[in-house]
Nanobody, 123 residues
C-alpha cells in the first residue's frame, strides 16, 4: 500500500522560506511522477509543481516559477518543496501526490495523495 506523508509546514513571514517534505512508503515512484498541489480556503486545489522521478525533469506552475524548487532524494524516497520569497497568497494546505503513469507536464491523473500540510504566510 502506497502512503504519502507530508511534513514541514508552518507559519512564516512574507519574504521568508520554508521547505516541506513528502515521505513515500510502500512503493517507489521511480518510474512515475510526483507532484505538489495546494488548496487555499474556499478555493479549488491547484497544481504547483511536478517532478519525473527517473530523471528529475520538472514542470512548474507560473505562479511559483522562480520561487519554488522541487527535488527528490532517491535514498530517502522523499520529495521536497523548497519555497522561497513566500507571499501571503501562497497560504494553503499543500498536498503531495504521485502517479505511476503519465507525463510530468500533465497536471491530472494522480492516484495517490498525502493528507496535506498547512503553510501560512503572514503579511
Amino acid at each position: 500500500q502506497v502512503q504519502l506523508v507530508e511534513s514541514g509546514g508552518g507559519l512564516v513571514q512574507a519574504g521568508g522560506s520554508l521547505r516541506i517534505s513528502c515521505q513515500v512508503s510502500g512503493r517507489t515512484f521511480s518510474s512515475g511522477v510526483m507532484g505538489w498541489f495546494r488548496q487555499a480556503p474556499g478555493k479549488e486545489r491547484d497544481f504547483v509543481v511536478a517532478i519525473r522521478w527517473s530523471d528529475g525533469i520538472t514542470y512548474y506552475a507560473d505562479s511559483v516559477k522562480g520561487r519554488f524548487t522541487i527535488s527528490r532524494d532517491n535514498a530517502k524516497n522523499t520529495v521536497y518543496l523548497q519555497m522561497n520569497s513566500l507571499k501571503p497568497e501562497d497560504t494553503a494546505v499543500y498536498y503531495c501526490a504521485g502517479k505511476f503513469r503519465g507525463s510530468v507536464g500533465v497536471t491530472s491523473g494522480y492516484d495517490y495523495w498525502g493528507q496535506g500540510t498547512q503553510v501560512t504566510v503572514s503579511s
